[in-house]
């Protein structure tokens, strides 16, 4: 069974940083594209940041040059580091993958495996 599992969230004062982690198990396969995922309270979930078996990366927008996503594929772990953390980043972090990475990251729908988030407080 497909399990995706986040750790590393809490509560930062902005400026500050956190990292996420996340542990994929049960694939008989490496996913081939893992990502992270983001939904602030009363809006849809959005894109991050992604990254493939290759390594390469794709960000939002929003999160470049603060954020980094990076992997161990031996240990199938994802990590982002988030740093200059502001409360706009405030929410709630999911970990996600699928076989393929998409051009500019793709959409909540796009993907077949979710974790289960990991919250992210940032405070002013």
């Known amino acids: 069974q497909v399990q995706l599992v986040e750790s590393g969230g809490g509560s930062v004062q902005a400026g500050g940083s956190l990292r996420l982690s996340c542990e994929a198990s049960?694939?008989?396969?490496?996913?081939?594209?893992m990502g992270w995922f983001r939904q602030a309270p009363g809006k849809e979930r959005e894109g991050v940041a992604t990254?493939?078996?290759?390594?390469?990366?794709n960000y939002a927008d929003s999160v470049k040059g603060r954020f980094t996503i990076s992997q161990d594929r031996s240990d199938n772990m994802v990590y982002l580091q988030m740093n200059s953390l502001t409360p706009e980043d405030t929410g709630i972090y999911y970990c996600?993958?699928?076989?393929?990475?998409?051009?500019?990251?793709?959409?909540?729908?796009?993907?077949?495996?979710w974790g289960q988030g990991a919250v992210v407080i940032v405070s002013s």
């Open positions: 996600a993958a699928r076989p393929k990475c998409l051009p500019h990251g793709g959409s909540q729908f796009d993907y077949t495996h």
């Open positions: 049960g694939y008989s396969y490496s996913p081939g594209c």
């Open positions: 990254i493939d078996s290759g390594g390469r990366t």
